[in-house]
Nanobody, 126 residues
Framework: QVQLVESGGGSVQAGGSLRLSCVASAYTYSHYWMGWFRQAPGKEREGVAAIDSDRSTSYADSVKGRFTISKDNAKNTVFLQMNSLKPEDTAMYYC????????????????????WGQGTQVIVSS
C-alpha cells in the first residue's frame, strides 16, 4: 500500500516561510497526481496545490504567487514551499496521492485522491 510521510510543519510569524515535505512509497501508476490539502477548524478541507507526473501544476487562488509545489523524483518526495505566510494559512496540511484522471493541470478535489498522509500542523501568527 502507498504510504505518505509528511514533515516540515511548525509555527511561524506572518510573512515567514515553511517548506513541507512528503515522502511517498513506490507508486504503480504511470500517470499520477500528488497534492497538498489543508483544513482549518470549522472549515472544509480545501485543495492547495497539486502536481502530476509530468510536472503540470494547479494552485488555489488564495496561494498563487506565494506557494510552490515541486518534486524530486529520485527521492520520491513532493515539496510545498510556502512563502509570505498569512494567518489565514493556519491549518492542518495533508499530502495526498492518486491516479491521474486527465492530462494537464491536476485536480484540487479531495475526492480524486485515494491516499493520504497523517497531516502536519502549520500555525501562522500575526
Amino acid at each position: 500500500q502507498v504510504q505518505l510521510v509528511e514533515s516540515g510543519g511548525g509555527s511561524v510569524q506572518a510573512g515567514g516561510s515553511l517548506r513541507l515535505s512528503c515522502v511517498a512509497s513506490a507508486y504503480t501508476y504511470s500517470h499520477y497526481w500528488m497534492g497538498w490539502f489543508r483544513q482549518a477548524p470549522g472549515k472544509e478541507r480545501e485543495g492547495v496545490a497539486a502536481i502530476d507526473s509530468d510536472r503540470s501544476t494547479s494552485y488555489a487562488d488564495s496561494v498563487k504567487g506565494r506557494f510552490t509545489i515541486s518534486k524530486d523524483n529520485a527521492k520520491n518526495t513532493v515539496f510545498l514551499q510556502m512563502n509570505s505566510l498569512k494567518p489565514e494559512d493556519t491549518a492542518m496540511y495533508y499530502c495526498a496521492a492518486g491516479r491521474a484522471l486527465w492530462f494537464g493541470s491536476p485536480s484540487l478535489s479531495e475526492n480524486d485522491f485515494g491516499y493520504w498522509g497523517q497531516g502536519t500542523q502549520v500555525i501562522v501568527s500575526s
